[in-house]
Every structure is written in structure tokens, then in C-alpha cells.
């Protein structure tokens, strides 16, 4: 399966669960690769550190923030179970070109019905990718949930009834992820029963569950 994170905006948490989701997944034992496809190259930065600390290598992390992503992406998921796409912040002709390589868009937002999330130039370009992709599915992912999950709740409910769909998994706003990222890991190497770590997995499994892309493409 290959599975994109995207969203127009920086800061939504794009690199943070791209990294999360393809380390739970390696964990499984499965065979993953990340696609840092941010010209910013925070992911490949992540990898770099994680090898200077000298921790175990759990995926690996290519960089190829170039627009011909689409025709090369389908080629690595041959080789592996899982393809994390961590998707760039507004070049549009990147994000069209990832959006036509996933099987599967999450669209990470934090949960503040004033934040303009559901942007609608997201949902356009996932539009017009259907059109070549009529398959291509998408989910939002309700990220740095504060305490007052109520708000989190509304902003699920407003959506449930929308196209893209918001998954029941949450995340909430959690310093273990950055603690984490500093020195090259992911949350569940710090500690895997804490918050940040189950929550993680939590995501990981209900992405397992939609069973998306195992037909073959
Ligand atoms: N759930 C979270 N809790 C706390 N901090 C978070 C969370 N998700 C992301 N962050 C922090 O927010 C910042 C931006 O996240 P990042 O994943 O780089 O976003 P993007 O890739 O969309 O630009 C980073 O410093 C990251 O550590
Ligand atoms: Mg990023």
C-alpha cells in the first residue's frame, strides 16, 4: 500500500506521523520505505540524525521531491509491504504527482473548527486525482488534540457525514514527539506505553483495517 501524507499547510504533522506510522509498521516486521517528497527534506534530516546516534536503521527514507513521484513510487512498493509518502507543503505539481502514486491520502489537521483545515484546494486536487484514480482513497487525521477532546469530538461529527471521511484514531498534542525526533527515534522507542506511542498504533491498525490497496494495481 502506498499511503501519502499531505496537506497544504506546514506544521499540521505531515513528517512527524509519516515517520511514526512507517516505524510502527517496520516494527511489525514489515518491509517499508519512506518517500521524503518535501524539498525541505525533514524526514531525510530525521534519518541522518537517527544514523549519527548510531540507533538501528527501521526503514529506509529516499529523497525524491520531484514531480515524476507518481511513475517511480509504484515501482518501489514492489519491493516492499508499505510506501510512507511525507508530501511537501504547497508546490502543486509534487502534491499532484503524490496524490496519483497513493492508494491511500491522509490529510492531517489539527482539530480547530476556525483553523480552515478542510482546505478546500486539498479537496480539489484529491477531485481531480480521482479522476484518474477513481479508487485513491482519503482520510482526515485529527492531530495535536488538546485536553479538550470535546472539540476534537464536534470537529469529527461536522465530518463525518464528508467526503473525505475523519478516522475514529486520534493524536494528541504530545512533546514525546518532538523529545523524540532530536535525537533520530520515534515515540515507541522512548517508552511504547505511553499516550503518544499507543496512539500511534492505534492509527496504524486503523489504517490496517481499511484494507486498502490489496487488489492488484
Ligand atoms: N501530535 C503532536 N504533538 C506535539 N507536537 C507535534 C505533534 N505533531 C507534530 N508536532 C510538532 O509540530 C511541528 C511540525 O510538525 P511536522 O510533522 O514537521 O509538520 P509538517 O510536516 O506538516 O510540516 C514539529 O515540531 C513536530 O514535532
Ligand atoms: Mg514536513
Partial sequence: MIVALLN?????GKTTLALSLAGA???QGKRVTLIDADPQGSALDWSQQRAREGWPRLFGVIGLARDTLHREAPELARDADMIVIDGPPRV??????????????????????????????M???????????????AR???????????????TAETLADHDPPVLAAT???RVAFAAAA?????????????????????LADEIDRLRIGRTTR
Fill in 8 to 12: 497544504q499547510k506546514g506544521g499540521v
Fill in 25 to 27: 509498521w517496520a516494527q
Fill in 92 to 121: 502543486a505539481a509534487l502534491m499532484r504527482s503524490a496524490l496519483l502514486a497513493a492508494d491511500l491520502v491522509l490529510i492531517p489537521v489539527q482539530p480547530s473548527p476556525l483553523d480552515g483545515w478542510a482546505s478546500a484546494e
Fill in 123 to 137: 479537496l480539489a486536487l484529491v477531485a481531480e486525482a480521482r479522476i484518474y484514480r477513481p479508487d485513491l482513497a
Fill in 140 to 154: 482526515f487525521v485529527l492531530n495535536r488534540c488538546g485536553a479538550r477532546t470535546v472539540l476534537a469530538r464536534e
Fill in 171 to 173: 493524536i494528541g498534542q
Fill in 182 to 202: 532530536q535525537s533520530g527515534r520515534l515515540v515507541f522507542e522512548l517508552d511504547d506505553d505511553t499516550p503518544a506511542a499507543r496512539e500511534i498504533a492505534a
